[in-house]
């Protein structure tokens, strides 16, 4: 039965049997599953054929160099690298383009946006971003931020393998046609086995073309000669100042209100300010256009300058204000307001006669303006208290008290002119009287005070008390009181009803008058030398007062003025010997019962003599010719007795 072939009629089914089940090859060893060979078929019957696969047998025919020597050694496994090392900073940069429509334009109804495509390969990201251009009126920069951008709705991404030059790319909505890629990025590819479309042109924008297009079409001026730094060395600092006004009274309420216009020559600019005045009611700002370069024309502008646009450039200016427009009694036009220019300053002058050849610079009278304002009447002076007191509480609500001047007051202080004077009445017995008027004049006072004499019947002391005195022919309302020109030798002075002759006057009179050639007549001055008979200097020297020389060291100098110096020591009052001998104490600083040449020098300090070392020495050889630096008390007293 197992020659015939395994065909239909020839097979042969034992009715007896039974088992039909695989035996069983399937087993532990070890504690490993491991599958033996089956050695009994199925039904229990044995196997009699080769067990060994075609495989085992064909191994067995064939010699196999392994079988002898072993399998040979493999190469060890290259190292894992992450892709984000392996691909960090590797970017494929494509150029692409997409059509933006512009609505509610005449011009244009679409737009050509350029992008720049960045993948990343380290994390497939990608990000889209649009070159800025100047003046594009569109908002640019980066329009896709890095991130995986989604493929479809299925949940793929885009990857490397899905991009390519020439085809259309759809990210969130908007459509990019990419038109070329970089150098890098086609190796690239070309390396991963994809074949790169060549580069196409892309299409122009038509809003940058027609932009373009005008700014070739744009005029140019030929640049001027003229030099802005020479104009800045030269005219730095200086400034025309005029004087003008703005005379608004034909409106309501209006007034004619005082300006000035400074033009400014470093830069032809010019501002304007307003002249406040006290109690005028105006703001405390006195800016009315500041400075900054104002055109003759400001509202001569095209009829087709666009009337939304409030700055004029140069090219609708056609010219700015030079000082050639200005001019006295000229009326300037300045941003729609009329100014009358009535008067300039000094150096506006000079520029004018220097620059323009101008003259002629008679300032214009101004009419009043308006009606004048009523003026506060003074109350008549009523003799109490000062008439400049009374005066103050006439001014202000508040009464102040009179205002002084402290500088006079601080460069005159403690000096006073004394002059004699004797009463000008036709009683015998007044016309004996003698007065001494002081004149102070840190503050313009005068005081009289009458000597006493004996046997005259009459008290002396003090005849007017300290007060300023006002000339007879002066009015309450504008007193003219006396002042030093007014005192002389021969004078008639009134005083409050009486008439006083200017007999005499001190050595300081002369003396201040001297000083102070330019306050009295020259007729004054020699007249009082005539009667003091000789110049303040040298009656000073003989009255005890101090001595001030200018030293010209002419033969016979030291010896007249040491002859005065001691003669001014000689005549200083001191007569008793208690007062000699206490200006010997107070020389006599060390407390050693003599002066010595230092301490002699600083008692010709103490009473304002001159004081220089070849004086000292002269007088103190003088003292004591054995020893000048040992000046007793006995010789000290023999000093003023000679």
């Known amino acids: 039965m ?74 060890p496994p290259e190292d894992f690298v992450p892709a984000h090392v392996a691909f960090d900073k590797k970017v494929l940069r494509f150029s692409g ?20 495509i960045y993948y990343y390969l380290e994390d497939d990201s990608i990000a889209v971003v649009e070159p800025p251009k100047e003046n594009s009126g569109m908002p640019q920069g980066k329009l896709i931020k890095r991130q995986r951008l989604p493929k479809n709705d299925v949940g793929d991404y885009w990857l490397w393998k899905d991009l390519n030059v020439g085809m259309n790319v759809t990210f969130y909505g908007k459509v990019f046609h990419i038109y070329d890629c970089d150098q890098w990025t086609r190796g690239f590819l070309h390396q991963e086995g994809i074949n790169v479309n060549p580069p196409e042109d892309c299409p122009t924008d038509p809003y940058l073309k027609n932009r373009e297009e005008s700014a070739a079409l744009k005029t140019y001026k030929t640049p001027t000669d003229f030099d802005k730094l020479r104009q800045f060395l030269e005219m730095d600092r200086k400034v025309l100042r005029f004087y003008c006004v703005w005379d608004d009274r034909d409106s309501m309420f209006g007034e004619m209100n005082k300006y000035v216009i400074h033009y400014y020559l470093v830069d032809d600019t010019l501002e304007v300010r307003e002249c406040h005045s006290a109690n005028n009611g105006r703001d405390p700002f006195p800016v009315l256009i500041q400075r900054q370069k104002v055109p003759v024309d400001r509202y001569n502008v095209p009829s087709t300058f666009p009337g939304i646009v409030m700055e004029l450039s140069q090219q609708e200016i056609k010219r700015y204000f030079t000082p050639s427009d200005f001019a006295i009694g000229k009326t300037v036009l300045i941003f729609n307001r009329k100014f009358f220019i009535y008067d300039v300053d000094p150096f506006t002058k000079a520029f004018y006669w220097k620059n323009f050849g101008v003259t002629d610079f008679t300032p ?57 004077a004797s009463l000008d009445t036709p009683n015998p017995d007044d016309k004996l009287r003698r ?34 005195v006002a000339k007879p022919n002066s009015t309450p309302s504008n007193p003219q009181y006396y002042g030093p020109a007014d005192f002389y030798i021969g004078a008639s002075i009134e005083i409050f009803k009486h008439r006083f002759i200017i007999t005499n006057a001190d050595l300081y009179v002369l003396k201040y008058m001297e000083e102070h050639p330019n306050r009295f007549p020259e007729t004054t001055v020699q007249s009082l030398r005539q009667t003091l008979g000789q110049t303040g200097a040298e009656r000073e020297m003989r009255k005890g007062g101090p001595i001030h020389v200018k030293r010209t060291y002419e033969p016979g100098e030291l010896q007249r003025i040491t002859g005065e110096v001691k003669q001014q020591l000689q005549k200083t009052a001191i007569t008793a010997p208690s007062r000699k001998d206490a200006m010997f104490l107070g020389a006599d600083t060390n407390r050693v019962g003599y002066i010595s040449r230092q301490n002699l020098k600083e008692l010709l300090i103490k009473h304002h003599l001159p004081c220089d070392d070849d004086i000292v020495n002269a007088l103190a050889t003088e003292l004591n010719p054995e020893n000048p630096d040992c000046i007793d008390l006995e010789v000290f007293r023999k000093f003023f007795e000679a």
Not at 37 to 50: A, F, L, M, S
Not at 106 to 111: A, F, G, K, L, Q
Not at 389 to 415: A, H
């Open 97 to 116: 383009w997409y059509k933006q429509t512009v609505h509610e334009s005449p011009n244009e109804h679409y737009r050509v946006r350029h992008v720049q």
């Open 2 to 75: 197992d020659g015939l072939p395994f065909l239909p009629g020839n097979t042969f089914c034992d009715p007896t049997k039974s088992r039909y089940h695989v035996s069983h090859s399937l087993g532990y060893k070890n504690g490993y599953q491991i599958a033996s060979r089956p050695n009994i078929g199925i039904g229990g019957e044995p196997i009699r054929y080769n067990t060994l696969s075609e495989q085992e047998l064909d191994d067995l025919a064939q010699y196999k160099p392994t079988l002898t020597y072993g399998p040979a050694k493999q190469a």
């Open 364 to 420: 214009v009278e101004l009419s009043p303006n308006g009606v004048p304002l009523p003026k506060m009447e003074i109350a008549p002076y009523n003799g109490f208290g000062s008439l400049e007191d009374s005066m103050q509480s006439c001014l202000s609500l508040v009464p102040e008290q009179p205002k002084k001047d402290f500088i006079k007051m601080l460069e005159n202080d403690g000096k006073q002119l004394r002059f004699e």
């Open 435 to 468: 007065f001494i008027i002081t004149y102070r004049l840190a503050d313009d006072m005068i005081t009289i005070h009458e000597p006493p004499k004996k046997n005259s019947g009459i008290i002396g002391g003090k005849f007017l008390e300290r007060s300023r």
